[in-house]
């Protein structure tokens, strides 16, 4: 991908870019959790957003992408351009300049191996290549945490996202064979190994795009905002909800809207649920782990109402086949893919096993990616 975009970049435009790029992510455990301030255990997989860029002295914005086979030319006074994917990086460069770098005229080819709508985060790549390597170009100060920010702003302020910062933390921080536990409300992090030995991840895309996933994410979000207020006109420290306990929602739980209730208590079971899994990898115990991920599907799907029938369909399976220690739906929902911890040993039969019963269900074959865990934004030439 790397010489593919170069050579591209050649063609289209002169001299001899600089190379950047930024991975996907998945989620071991932890969703809607961010947006909360609460815990995520997210990690930079080996598929990644690539971005070939040489400053152009102008202000024009000169974008050709690989994988539409479209270019597209903006001033950063122009209004937001129509195409969806110069919108980001638009947005990303107007991010930029807010937070002080001076970013100028360049010529971009980008284009990637993140499969696209499968939850994998490919927008948050997107983000993450452009803001590391516009920072950089253009001598700007910001660190790994600013470029994170400027891509969660991004979608806010030009996409209609109100994401948290789980995607573009993890692309930008990504270790190798290392989880990111993050807490959303510090930004401190710790890594988490991942054992290898006898272990997989593996995701079973459902192949189903989650078109509703932007705008019954705004409706989650607020729902969780509602039952935070509802607290705070008793308890004064409360801010969001990483802020409120167990016995707090059963006090004023009454005060809330239902639908409001249930969501807020799937957050902090959900939280819980990240701090116990975490506990758990780091003595070894991947049962207890995998049983953290099953707990996280059920309340993803009952509780915060964020899965499909397909999503279902497809932990269940795994949630009772031999040899799968957990399996939950990643992501913002409605769609994209179901994470597995398999053992080694089970992983083949299990992938054959998986495939051959949702064609069965639903007659589409569903993709089945292994995750390499990888390293986050970097620098390649
Ligand atoms: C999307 C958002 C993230 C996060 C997840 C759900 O991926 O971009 O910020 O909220 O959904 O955990």
Partial sequence: MQQKITELFKEKFSGTPSVYCSPGRVNLIGDHTDYNNGFVLPAAIDKAIYVAIRPNGTQKIDLYSADYGKSVSFTLDDP????LWAS????????????????????AVFGGDVPLGAGLSSSAALESAFGYALNHQFGGSLDRRQIARAGQLTEHNYIGVMCGIMDQFASLFGEKDTLIKLDCRSLEFEAVPLRTDGYRILLVDSMVKHSLASSEYNVRRRQCEEGVAAIAKHEPGVETLRDVTGTMLEKYGHEMDPVSLKRCRFVLEENRRVEEGCEALKRGDMTTFGRNMN????GLS????????????IADFAQNYEGVLGARM??????????HLIEEGAHDSYRDAVQKAYKEKYAVEPRIIDVIIGEGSRRLV
């Fill in 330 to 339: 990643m992501g913002g929902g409605f769609g994209g893919c179901v994470i």
């Fill in 80 to 83: 937001k351009p129509e195409e």
């Fill in 302 to 313: 009952r509780q915060y109402e964020v899965s499909c029938p397909e999503l279902d369909f």
């Fill in 295 to 298: 707990g996280s599907h059920f």
């Fill in 88 to 107: 980001f990086v638009y947005g990303i460069s107007k991010e930029l300049i807010n937070m002080g770098v001076n970013v100028g005229g360049f010529d």
